[in-house]
């Protein structure tokens, strides 16, 4: 069974939820997120959602397909074409997501939480989550 998650990536004027149906859990995704953040720190990206939230998604890409970006699907990837990488773009949180991380660019923090129960499914928010024991947080 995949392990999904949510990341936003939040700033003064912006917020971008993305989604990722497996491997979320923090030794994946989380230790793909810390290395995400290291180039804020070290200036290589922009603090700004629209700036910089575009290299997520191409990260993903480079895991799921070859590092030569394909103009169209190819029917030969694991995913048969649909899925374009391991990160999407979403509107909201979503309810089967066992982890959330949230990229703060004004705080310059990458956290993660994790449903406080049941109640998180049909009603994804973060106030119905907690802070999660597995994930410590980063500062960039």
């Known amino acids: 069974m995949s392990t999904r998650a949510n990341i936003i990536i939040k700033d003064e004027t912006a917020t971008l939820y993305v989604y990722r149906h497996s491997d979320g859990y923090p030794e994946c995704t989380g230790a ?48 048969s074409g649909w899925k374009c990488g391991a990160y999407e773009p979403t509107t909201q949180l979503h309810g089967d997501a066992e982890y959330i991380y949230i990229i703060d660019l004004v705080k310059r923090t990458l956290t993660c939480r994790v449903p406080k129960g049941n109640g998180f499914w049909d009603n994804p928010t973060l106030e119905a989550t907690k802070a999660c024991s597995k994930f410590k947080t980063v500062r960039f």
């Open 32 to 79: 793909d997120l810390k290395e995400f953040v290291a180039d804020y720190e070290s200036g290589a990206m922009r603090t700004n959602v629209q700036q910089s939230a575009g290299w997520l998604f191409v990260r993903g890409h480079y895991e799921y397909k070859s590092p030569v970006l394909s103009p169209r699907p190819d029917p030969s990837d694991r995913f």
